[in-house]
């Protein structure tokens, strides 16, 4: 069964469902038949997909998604506007390239993109990946970057590019390489070290006028 790309309908609502585990699903389905059609919008795809009874449920796997990290050999520089047009005209396959605002420290060597990248661990304020390289090539992660964070390759500190305008990506030499990334909160308390110091200044210099003001009043009154 497929429904056709440029079919009329009128969007469905979203549905929510708990597993057993805790987390909290969110799912659409429409169709009043004995089958069932689950749709994913826009980006991502429309999963053609359905249920062999109405009253089962299952969970597909969006095989034109990209994984939590991969492995690209070919690189564009670009400044933020021709990446933002080059995202929004598809005019790039991000499975093979990726999108730098500046140049590399390591080229990456054309060849095959397949090599598997294993997350190690992933937690709020740091992850971590390994993966077996025969050539050079950039490893792209989704996660957002942010200047906070920092990454070392097998251990020893590594530059964080900024990928595809939002994204993470470290360039690699061939070989095995585990690779971390690690938020560091100091970055965020001398931010926060300011901030106070400014608003303890701003508040000293409201004070500060307010009883010069209420000084000047009092003289005039006397006077």
Do not use: C
Not at 40 to 67: C, H, K, M, S
Not at 131 to 149: F, H, M, N, T
Not at 168 to 177: K, S, V, Y
């Amino acid at each position: 069964m497929r429904w056709p790309h440029d079919a009329r309908m009128d969007r469905p609502g979203v549905a929510f469902a708990r597993a057993q585990d805790g987390a909290y699903l969110a799912y659409q389905v429409f169709g009043d038949g004995p089958i069932d059609l689950v749709w994913q919008d826009d980006f991502f795809a429309i999963v053609d997909e359905w249920w062999d009874a109405p009253t089962e449920r299952a969970v597909y796997e969006n095989l034109t998604g990209f994984p939590r990290a991969w492995v690209v050999d070919d690189y564009r520089v670009a400044d933020r506007e021709a990446t933002r047009s080059a995202l929004a005209d598809d005019a790039v396959d991000l499975r093979r390239t990726v999108l730098l605002e500046r140049e590399p420290p390591i080229t990456p060597v054309a060849g095959d993109t397949t090599a598997p990248v294993t997350v190690e661990d992933l937690s709020d304020d740091a992850s971590s990946f390994s993966v077996d390289l025969d050539r050079p090539g950039i490893l792209v992660v989704s996660e957002v970057y942010y200047p906070a964070w920092k990454a070392t390759v097998d251990g020893s500190p590594a530059p964080i590019l900024r990928a595809n305008r939002v994204l993470r990506a470290i360039a690699l030499p061939a070989g095995r390489h585990r690779i971390e990334f690690r938020y560091d909160r100091s970055l965020l308390e001398k931010s926060a070290a300011v901030s106070a110091v400014t608003f303890l200044l701003t508040l000293l210099a409201i004070v500060g006028s307010l009883v010069s003001r209420r000084k000047e009043a009092l003289w005039k009154r006397s006077s």
